[in-house]
């Protein structure tokens, strides 16, 4: 059986100061990042209007997986995510794989998250541009890190304002192009190019730009009347999110067939730069930077979060299972979090891979689903056919990720298992939930 923590003591269990609003409002903001500004656009670009099956498959896989989530928060209302749950229900190994995942693949993503904040900052306030992005992007991280080391109700009401302009800037951009007279056909890929295997390739891309939801769950410790809220708040989160990347997706398509473009674009700004009016750059702008933020401020969290888990296990150094004084928030792990990302981005020049994180993504709720298939009928929320489901198509879609990219999480993966032979005597004592 796996080793529970000694985390009884009320004392140092994080404050719950998280409600329906606010454990929504993590979700999306977690999520409305570089998936509708960047993945939508390059799934579109590559698979027509089949990005929509692909939206549809992907929002299925994550609702499945979203619930399997949820009940298990409800059940084991703890910070850690997966990798407390399969601790708890599966064992250690198990455990210990899916956090490790998560740190590798969320520490690169945070980076690449807070370099495109700098980027957008720079397209925003021209004069910046003479400023290395670099600089830019660690100064955004220690700003966002300060307001997170600052608890969990700053950090709450920093994300809300975030998700407001990123949900807004979106809604204008998607109107305005609905509204154009242009008229033209939607484009759609050409029969030829129509596959399965291109279809569950934009399913497996698009899963990536859905997992932010799982960021309700890792914060559980500090979500009031868990069991109640969480489910909730994951239901409408992911309700929200395929009805924004849909509409977004729709938008799209329309501007690709009109657009003469030598260079396929990047991002949903450069697509829509010739095409709608200088305020709804604008805003679209502000309001990619405000997801970039909110993305950033999340990963920030919830790795954080698992680190505090890991802790308390003694997968890593116990002084990481320390909270502040009030509760409110594991500055010793916070700490490590920020820095590990800056030197992320001071070493690196990367693009982010996006065939790692679906791999690593799909194989971390591929295991929450198991893990949800081991509860007793007593913790279940919803029927086992849901997390069966869930199984198959996280697993299934894994499938299609490329073989080097499984060597390269075969390597981390190793590496991360001498890190827990190392640390895993060192439990932190009498700390937790």
């Not at 698992?306 to 802790?311: C, I, R």
């Not at 893990?371 to 299934?396: E, H, N």
Request: charge should be positive.
């Amino acid at each position: 059986m796996p080793v529970e923590p000694n985390i009884s003591q009320k004392s140092q269990s994080l404050q719950r100061r998280i409600g329906l609003a606010g454990a929504t409002a993590f979700g999306l903001g977690a999520i409305l990042g570089t998936g509708v500004f960047v993945t939508v656009v390059t799934a579109t670009q590559q698979h027509g209007a089949t990005v929509l099956i692909g939206i549809a498959l992907a929002a299925l896989a994550a609702v499945c997986n979203g619930l399997s989530s949820a009940q298990l928060a409800a059940a084991f209302p703890v910070s850690g995510g997966t990798y407390e749950y399969a601790y708890r229900v599966l064992n250690p190994w198990l455990g210990f794989t899916a956090g490790w995942l998560f740190l590798c693949a969320k520490c690169a993503s945070a980076a690449a998250a807070t370099l495109g904040a700098a980027s957008y900052v720079q397209l925003w306030l021209p004069h910046t541009a003479q400023i290395p992005a670099v600089l830019i992007a660690v100064m955004i991280l220690f700003c966002v890190g300060l307001i997170t080391l600052s608890g969990i109700r700053w950090a709450n009401g920093f994300n809300l304002v975030l998700v407001v302009v990123s949900l807004s800037s979106l809604a204008f951009f998607v109107g305005e192009v609905a509204l154009s007279q242009e008229r033209h056909e939607v484009q759609v890929v050409p029969s030829s190019s129509l596959s399965v295997w291109g279809t569950l390739q934009a399913a497996a891309i698009m899963f990536v730009a859905f997992t932010g939801y799982g960021r309700i769950a890792t914060l559980g410790e500090e979500v009031q009347a868990p069991r109640r809220t969480i489910p909730r708040a994951v239901i409408v989160t992911l309700i929200l999110t395929a009805g924004v990347y849909l509409c977004v997706a729709l938008a799209t398509l329309r501007l690709l067939s009109i657009s003469d473009s030598a260079e396929p674009p990047q991002n949903l700004l450069e697509l829509a730069s010739p095409h709608v009016s200088h305020l709804a750059i604008v805003w679209l702008t502000v309001g990619a930077l405000a997801a970039m933020l909110a993305v950033e401020n999340n990963l920030i969290l919830g790795l954080s979060r698992v680190v505090l888990a890991m802790g308390r296990r003694g997968d890593l150094p116990a002084r990481l299972a320390q909270l502040n004084q009030q509760n409110t928030s594991p500055t010793a792990a916070l700490i490590l979090v920020v820095m590990s990302i800056g030197l992320v981005i001071l070493i690196s020049d990367f693009k982010i891979a996006w065939e790692f994180s679906a791999l690593t993504v799909l194989v971390y709720y591929g295991i929450t689903n198991v893990c949800a298939l081991r509860l007793d009928k007593s913790q279940r929320l919803f029927p086992p056919w849901v997390s069966i489901l869930g199984v198959m198509l996280t697993f299934g879609l894994a499938v299609f990720i490329q073989p080097k990219v499984w060597g390269v999480a075969a390597v981390l993966l190793l590496l991360g298992w001498c890190v827990r032979v190392l640390f895993q005597n060192t439990r932190f004592p009498g700390n937790s939930v």
